[in-house]
């Protein structure tokens, strides 16, 4: 595998080599991660000084100024920018058609000792060029006031790069505990740092519902508190204002970070009847407890045979929809009980009414009355991989997230679904390092052999999943995904034959500087 790697990362020499080069020389000066398509190492360095300036088209303004602002504080220079060369070195940003082949988030690093130019086919690509180039400086580039007695050298080469799967993810559970903005900005913040790009939002759930709906008022002011004998700590408590989400999605856009929401349907919903008992087969009012004080995962579920019920998830959608410009929508789907529905006369009534089978019908026609609905508002339908029982819509794209049932996946790719790979086995950061150490994390292949046979451009990608129940504190969440969502994004993003846990685990050790520099905590192991 070593050799491999040494292979990859040394390509065609252009020009004059070091060498020889080792893949420990290498690692030494190219501590990137993910580990990019192609570096060629050259003889030299550039230097960052006061004299250096920023070069970018008046299309690329703005990330001109991201740049700048990435650069400024620590180095404490002020790096103007300019249309036009200005004397002296300077690093330039610029579009270019005729890297097309490189697709929507490639782009191109090159480094000598007079300048520093990244080209991209777009805007996407420039920004994951400005990542690499951020992480190829000294780590203290991080810091947010200025650092004396640093020099801001950077090692000359010429690099190529693009990811091997669009999707590369990361889902927070917002229900079980609340996450805050500031919290959700570190995390926005990191993942770009490390090239993830989907944020998957888990909004509601039996433990709180965390989202402003103008049309509910009850869903905030009930469904987002926990019931008061629990005596809960107030910050696990609450929800976004649709304000905090605008915020939220405009600092992820300009950080090419999508942000997925998700709304629970039908099952997980058990909070929702702490304000609208009515949703539900039994009219039953409950109250929201926390995971392990309460019963945890609740057999209530939305009533299917109630009009009213779609008329609520319509309604809710639609805001959902006004709020994130992402084309999917994820509407849960998991683990939905059936045993409300078994005994409900309304449900039962709409099996006989459709002329469905049983209950699992019931629920792939409950989704495909919502699919068809956040269709026709422009959205693509996300659920976890339960949606596929009873049948699945042919445009629906599924979250594999149960471990060992590739069969699963492998059916819905074959009938020509999109997947998106969250199994258990490798990418539940809620479970402990001792089952999920971060090189298992690593050592993840999305396309496995039970899978070998099918399209791969239906594996749209990977994505880590944190669930709050267990670590609900900043620093124990950190702690479950840091580092192991660094093994996720080189999955993500890097091929295979690139692919080397040696080399990775020591790029790691150089990340940890980063990560303390992000005020991210972190597993510090080796298990
Ligand atoms: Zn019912």
């Avoid at 998106?420 to 001792?434: E, L, N, Q, R, V």
């Avoid at 994390?441 to 451009?457: G, W």
Wanted: with cysteine.
């Amino acid at each position: 595998m070593k050799d491999l790697l040494l292979i990859s990362i040394l390509i065609i020499s252009l020009s004059p080599l070091k060498e020889p080069v080792t893949a420990g020389e290498v690692t030494k000066e190219i501590q990137i991660i993910p580990m990019p398509s192609e570096i060629i190492v050259l003889n030299g360095t550039f230097e960052m000084t006061g004299n250096t300036s920023i070069q970018a088209g008046h299309n690329l303004l703005l990330k001109a100024e991201q740049l700048r602002a990435y650069l400024s504080p620590a180095s404490g220079y002020k790096l103007p920018i300019n249309k036009e060369s200005a004397g002296g070195n300077y690093i330039e940003l610029k579009l270019s058609d005729e890297l097309l082949h490189l697709g929507d988030e490639g782009y191109q690093l090159n480094i000598t000792h007079e300048k520093v130019l990244i080209t991209a086919y777009n805007m996407r690509g420039i920004f994951w060029g400005i990542q690499t180039l951020r992480q190829l400086f000294p780590h203290e580039i991080l810091r947010e006031a200025t650092v004396d007695g640093v020099k801001w050298i950077l090692p000359c080469v010429n690099i190529v790069d693009k990811p091997r799967f669009s999707w590369r993810g990361l889902m927070i559970d917002y229900s079980r505990t609340f996450w805050n903005t500031r919290h959700t900005k570190k995390y926005i913040d990191a993942m770009a740092y490390y090239k993830l790009n989907k944020l998957h939002m888990h909004l509601t759930d039996d433990q709180g519902w965390r989202i402003e709906i103008d049309k509910y008022s009850a869903l905030t002011e009930k469904a987002s508190k926990f019931d008061t004998i629990y005596h809960e700590p107030k910050e696990r408590e609450g929800f976004y204002l649709k304000e905090d989400i605008r915020e939220l999605v405009r600092y992820a856009e300009a950080r090419n970070v999508e942000i997925i929401p998700e709304i629970e349907m039908p099952g997980h919903t058990s909070e929702v009847f702490a304000a609208y008992p009515e949703l539900s087969c039994t009219g039953e009012t409950l109250s929201v407890s926390p995971f392990f004080k309460g019963p945890g995962i609740q057999n209530v579920i939305f009533c299917a045979g109630k009009e009213r019920t779609f008329g609520f998830l319509e309604n809710v959608l639609s805001e959902i929809i006004e709020l994130f410009p992402s084309k999917y929508v994820h509407i849960g789907g998991d683990e939905a009980p059936k045993e409300k529905w078994k005994a409900c006369p309304d449900c039962q009534g709409a099996i006989k009414k459709y002329g469905l089978k049983d209950e699992d019908e019931l629920q792939s026609w409950f989704t495909k009355r919502i699919e068809v609905f956040l269709n026709s508002k422009g959205k693509k339908l996300i659920g976890w991989d339960e949606i596929s029982q009873g049948g699945l819509s042919k445009t629906a794209t599924v979250m594999f997230w149960r471990g060992g049932m590739e069969n699963i996946a492998l059916a819905a790719i074959t009938q020509g679904n999109d997947v998106i790979m969250a199994p258990t086995s490798h990418c539940y950061f809620d479970y402990s390092y001792k089952n999920i150490s971060t090189e298992k994390v690593y050592t993840f292949e999305p396309l496995s052999d039970k899978l070998e046979s099918v399209n791969p451009e239906h594996i749209l990608g990977v994505e880590a999943c944190f669930w709050s129940h267990i670590d609900r504190t900043e620093p124990k969440m950190d702690r479950q995904i840091f580092p192991r969502i660094l093994a996720l994004a080189e999955v993500g993003w890097t091929e295979s034959p690139n692919r080397n846990w040696d080399n990775f685990s020591l790029r790691l050790k150089h990340q940890y500087k980063s990560l303390d520099l992000m005020s991210i905590y972190y597993m510090d192991t080796n298990i």
